[in-house]
């Protein structure tokens, strides 16, 4: 085998580990939980007074004017249903939540039409 060959062949391997997760960052930018879900990273900050909903493509934002999203709160033993709304760069809601370490929220956003579920815990 040429030496070119094992080099393009190496080049090509290192270009797909690196895009497999070496560059993919899921770490929060805005002090939330994040979790992946089709390729897009989802960071949700939950706080008492409001609930906010990022969305990232590889690192990119994604563009939510035309979204949507419902949210299932679950704290202990009380569900509360949220409607988030485009604000900025973000989806949000205000008022007033039942939030802190344990809860669980089930996200449902749809941009364009497609409907994608994130699920997370808070911290």
């Known amino acids: 085998m040429k030496l ?4 393009a062949a190496l080049a090509i ?3 797909g580990a690196a895009h497999a997760g070496g560059t993919h960052d899921h770490s929060p ?4 939980v994040v979790v992946e879900v089709k ?3 989802y960071e949700l900050v ?3 007074a409001s609930i906010q909903l990022y969305l990232r493509d590889h690192g990119q934002g994604v563009d939510i004017s035309k979204a949507s999203a419902r949210l299932t709160l679950l704290t ?7 409607e988030l709304k485009p604000a900025g760069g973000r ?3 205000t008022g007033s939540f039942k939030v802190g370490p344990g809860s669980k929220a089930v996200a449902v956003v ?3 039409g497609r409907a994608s579920t994130a699920r997370f815990t808070i911290q």
């Open 4 to 7: 070119s060959t094992v080099l």
């Open 13 to 15: 391997a290192a270009a």
């Open 29 to 32: 930018r805005h002090g939330g």
């Open 39 to 41: 390729d897009l990273d």
């Open 46 to 48: 939950a706080r008492p």
């Open 76 to 82: 202990g033993t009380e569900k509360q249903e949220v």
């Open 91 to 93: 989806l949000e809601a």
């Open 110 to 112: 749809t941009i364009n």
